[in-house]
């Protein structure tokens, strides 16, 4: 059994929706499945955490107790 898979992206401007990328399936049994696509954010400032880059003094030891901790007993970190 082959199947035919179409992908198509769409600004939908009324609820007619004009699909000539589907004109093979005519006649055919399909599913129609609509996924609305999120709102593009634009881009994030980073230049803060980039001039911050390599300043920023990390306690690694104390990182990994509370990793060790944090496995241990999950719900009890002091």
């Known amino acids: 059994m082959n199947v035919i898979m179409v992908?198509?992206?769409?600004?939908?401007?009324?609820?007619?929706?004009?699909?000539?990328?589907?004109?093979?399936?005519?006649?055919k049994d399909v599913r129609i499945i609509i996924v609305e696509e999120p709102t593009a954010r634009p881009p994030r400032d980073l230049s803060a955490l980039n001039r911050l880059a390599g300043q920023i003094?990390?306690?690694?030891?104390?990182?990994?107790d509370l990793r060790r901790r944090s496995v241990a007993n999950p719900l009890q970190i002091p």
């Open 57 to 64: 003094d990390m306690d690694f030891d104390a990182i990994d």
């Open 7 to 27: 992908s198509i992206r769409k600004h939908l401007d009324s609820q007619t929706v004009d699909l000539p990328e589907a004109a093979s399936l005519i006649g």
